[in-house]
């Protein structure tokens, strides 16, 4: 049971690192500031939830878990919010999205 809680601990550690990485280079190769918050977002919840799910897995019932899940839903519920509240200052200041048929005709 030990082995299989640290095996489920490296995959989960593993793949949120994955995701950490494609949302760092998706942060560099988007296009626009819409995307590339899109690409921030998949860091916030998928990657961090990821690796902080792994150390949860790998310290055991202790009051380190208590701690680490406090901080899992704390950036589970502030990461929408902030993305949120960054798009909606973007359009506030009429920054428009690359759009497909932009890139391909050259641009307005």
Known sequence: MDT??????WVLLAGGGFFCVVGAIGIIRMP???TRLHAASV????GVGMII???MVESGLTLTTAR???ILLLVF???PVAGHAIARSMR???VEPVL?????????
């Open 43 to 46: 860091i916030d919840t998928l």
């Open 77 to 79: 519920f502030t990461s």
């Open 4 to 9: 299989a809680l640290h095996i489920l601990s």
């Open 53 to 55: 799910t792994g150390l």
């Open 100 to 108: 497909s048929e932009d890139r391909t005709s050259g641009g307005k």
């Open 92 to 94: 506030h200041r009429n």
């Open 68 to 70: 680490l899940g406090i």
């Open 32 to 34: 626009d500031a819409f």
